[in-house]
């Protein structure tokens, strides 16, 4: 069914940046909107396409001034308005949404939005393809990598949503495929999105304070498989098939040909959903071999090298893609990731043997297990993008398997509420030492005894670098939030590699320094 905006009234709830861009979209197409925000002081955003020279466009200027409030909302504020826009930042049950859904106002998201338009396409203008990734962790990694091997393979297409890009923006544009990140806030606002590819990379304890509970939360992320044609599916991760028992029959059916090249087909037998199953493409990926989806394999007959990287290598369908000592993304679980882009290109018809040609042009996301200096065969890593206990773990998980020697960490933050003693198995199985700042310092004192509280960023890298030798890894992956100290999760990266640096500088001259501290 054909949706026309000019059909609608609308209110823009939550002025960041998503909010602004569903304004100026909205005005654009001549709909009538107005806006509120829970703020009394926001930052307003210019026209990225403007050629005012970081000055508001008139339009924007006149409803900033005019369509905007930030008071509470009277009793008639809804009247004559069908449709609340809900900005992923604020809540469903805030006392805005509450008074829209008693006034019978529909509530969505800009996603949901976007939907509603890309359906509603010609000939003139067909429908994007469209693909979504969420999970708890690596999510943007994955975003921009598939954006950016569908790009190198000759696919016009565009990254967008939770990654940064408003996803309107997105449908203005000529690309042929968006790329999406989701959040779960932007989920459970989104009932049509068609994609041909969704995937939940992971889940752990996240947002609980948003939703209430881990399955409010899963459940959320689940909306993503809704109105997907296929699922890309980590084989051994929990909580992230679209059905599991579905996926579990799969699995004990591949040797009957139920799952053949990569893909599953619906089964046979009767009790579970056959038709789930055959609505759905199913590819699977994971670290162990297969001769199914994307795997891993040693190719070297020696069973005593089959941890050595240079033996083993990502697999499709058991045939050789690329060795993991050729793979520049650091851990395990970045080999993850990649499986779950190259699953992700497959469903858009580009061959993995041409995917992964291009995966060394590909720069990882900024401050997700970047290496940022070694010195003396030490390797500085900057992390801080892993804001829960899950993101940690995955990046312990995955360094471990590459580190000859120890693993440094420079935690902590505001821990936002979460249980840090969960984090201990993980600490005392591959961590050396802690290093600990920030509001909830004293949570890792109690979860690892081998932990020193320190007050700045920088007494914590002269810290980790005293007690380094060649072959350790300084890790910063703070497993807690940033705002306590810092702007952001980029501005504690950024200061973390600036102390460094600043370090390493101090070292090139002085040589005694670099002895002393090493």
């Given at each position: 069914?054909?949706?026309?905006?000019?059909?609608?009234?609308?209110?823009?709830?939550?002025?960041?940046?998503?909010?602004?861009?569903?304004?100026?979209?909205?005005?654009?197409?001549?709909?009538?909107?107005?806006?509120?925000?829970?703020?009394a002081?926001?930052?307003?955003?210019?026209?990225?396409?403007?050629?005012?020279?970081?000055?508001?466009?008139?339009?924007?200027?006149?409803?900033?001034?005019?369509?905007?409030?930030?008071?509470?909302?009277?009793?008639?504020?809804?009247?004559?308005?069908?449709?609340?826009?809900?900005?992923p930042?604020?809540?469903?049950?805030?006392?805005?949404?509450?008074?829209?859904?008693?006034?019978?106002?529909?509530?969505?998201?800009?996603?949901?939005l976007?939907?509603?338009?890309?359906?509603?396409?010609?000939?003139?203008?067909?429908?994007?393809?469209?693909?979504?990734?969420?999970?708890?962790?690596?999510?943007?990694?994955?975003?921009?990598?598939?954006?950016?091997?569908?790009?190198?393979?000759?696919?016009k297409?565009?990254?967008?949503?939770?990654?940064?890009?408003?996803?309107?923006?997105?449908?203005?544009?000529?690309?042929?495929?968006?790329?999406?990140?989701?959040?779960?806030?932007?989920?459970e606002?989104?009932?049509?999105?068609?994609?041909?590819?969704?995937?939940?990379?992971?889940?752990?304890?996240?947002?609980?304070?948003?939703?209430?509970?881990?399955?409010?939360?899963?459940?959320?992320?689940?909306?993503?498989?809704?109105?997907?044609k296929?699922?890309?599916?980590?084989?051994?991760?929990?909580?992230?098939?679209?059905?599991?028992?579905?996926i579990?029959?799969a699995?004990?059916?591949?040797?009957?040909?139920?799952?053949?090249?990569?893909?599953?087909?619906?089964?046979?037998?009767?009790?579970?959903n056959?038709?789930?199953?055959?609505?759905?493409?199913?590819?699977?990926?994971?670290?162990?071999?297969?001769?199914?989806?994307?795997?891993?394999?040693?190719?070297?007959?020696?069973?005593?090298?089959?941890?050595?990287e240079?033996?083993?290598?990502?697999?499709?369908?058991?045939?050789?893609?690329?060795?993991?000592?050729?793979?520049?993304?650091?851990?395990?679980h970045?080999?993850?990731?990649?499986m779950?882009?190259?699953?992700?290109?497959?469903?858009?018809?580009?061959?993995?043997?041409?995917?992964?040609?291009?995966?060394?042009?590909f720069?990882?996301?900024?401050?997700?297990?970047?290496?940022?200096?070694?010195?003396?065969?030490?390797?500085?890593?900057?992390?801080?993008?892993?804001?829960?206990?899950?993101a940690?773990?995955?990046?312990?998980?995955?360094?471990?398997?590459?580190?000859?020697?120890?693993?440094?960490?420079?935690?902590?933050?505001?821990?936002?509420?979460?249980?840090?003693?969960?984090?201990?198995?993980?600490?005392?199985?591959?961590?050396?030492?802690?290093?600990?700042?920030?509001?909830?310092?004293h949570?890792?004192?109690?979860?690892?005894?081998?932990?020193t509280?320190?007050?700045?960023?920088?007494?914590?890298?002269?810290?980790?670098?005293?007690?380094?030798?060649?072959?350790?890894?300084?890790?910063?992956s703070?497993?807690?939030?940033?705002?306590?100290m810092?702007?952001?999760?980029?501005?504690?990266?950024?200061?973390f590699?600036?102390?460094?640096?600043?370090?390493?500088?101090?070292?090139?001259?002085?040589?005694d320094?670099?002895?002393?501290?090493?």
């Amino acid at each position: 069914m054909s949706y026309n905006v000019r059909e609608h009234s609308y209110v823009v709830g939550g002025l960041g940046v998503t909010g602004q861009a569903c304004v100026r979209f909205l005005l654009q197409k001549q709909a009538t909107v107005k806006a509120f925000d829970t703020r009394a002081n926001f930052t307003l955003v210019t026209d990225p396409d403007s050629d005012l020279d970081g000055e508001l466009d008139s339009d924007m200027q006149a409803f900033m001034a005019e369509k905007v409030t930030c008071n509470a909302l009277s009793e008639d504020y809804f009247d004559g308005v069908d449709t609340l826009v809900l900005s992923p930042g604020l809540a469903l049950n805030i006392e805005q949404v509450a008074l829209a859904q008693k006034c019978g106002v529909e509530v969505i998201g800009d996603v949901e939005l976007f939907a509603r338009l890309n359906a509603s396409t010609s000939d003139a203008t067909p429908a994007k393809r469209v693909v979504g990734i969420t999970g708890s962790n690596g999510k943007t990694t994955v975003t921009l990598l598939v954006n950016h091997l569908l790009k190198n393979c000759g696919v016009k297409s565009i990254e967008a949503g939770n990654v940064g890009r408003p996803v309107l923006e997105a449908l203005q544009s000529d690309a042929d495929v968006v790329v999406m990140e989701l959040s779960s806030f932007q989920l459970e606002t989104t009932s049509s999105l068609v994609l041909e590819a969704a995937t939940v990379l992971n889940i752990s304890d996240d947002h609980l304070d948003r939703h209430g509970t881990l399955e409010a939360y899963i459940d959320a992320k689940h909306r993503i498989f809704d109105n997907a044609k296929s699922a890309i599916v980590w084989r051994d991760g929990e909580f992230v098939a679209p059905d599991e028992q579905i996926i579990a029959d799969a699995k004990g059916n591949a040797a009957s040909n139920a799952v053949s090249d990569g893909e599953s087909n619906a089964v046979s037998n009767a009790e579970f959903n056959e038709d789930a199953l055959a609505s759905k493409t199913i590819v699977e990926y994971g670290l162990g071999e297969s001769t199914t989806g994307f795997a891993i394999a040693s190719f070297d007959g020696d069973d005593r090298a089959r941890d050595d990287e240079q033996s083993l290598y990502i697999t499709f369908k058991g045939e050789k893609l690329i060795a993991l000592s050729d793979i520049h993304l650091a851990g395990m679980h970045n080999v993850l990731n990649i499986m779950a882009a190259l699953g992700i290109c497959q469903q858009l018809g580009v061959s993995p043997v041409l995917a992964v040609k291009h995966l060394h042009s590909f720069k990882a996301a900024p401050h997700r297990c970047v290496e940022i200096a070694r010195v003396n065969d030490i390797r500085y890593i900057d992390d801080s993008k892993a804001t829960n206990i899950g993101a940690t773990v995955a990046a312990l998980e995955g360094l471990a398997p590459t580190i000859q020697g120890k693993l440094i960490l420079i935690a902590g933050g505001d821990a936002k509420g979460a249980d840090m003693a969960s984090l201990s198995p993980y600490l005392t199985k591959y961590v050396s030492h802690v290093f600990a700042l920030g509001k909830d310092a004293h949570l890792f004192e109690k979860s690892f005894a081998h932990t020193t509280r320190v007050a700045t960023m920088k007494d914590a890298v002269k810290a980790a670098t005293r007690l380094a030798a060649p072959g350790d890894v300084v890790l910063l992956s703070p497993a807690c939030a940033s705002l306590d100290m810092f702007k952001n999760y980029m501005h504690r990266g950024d200061v973390f590699k600036q102390d460094v640096h600043d370090l390493l500088n101090l070292h090139s001259k002085n040589d005694d320094a670099v002895e002393a501290t090493s």
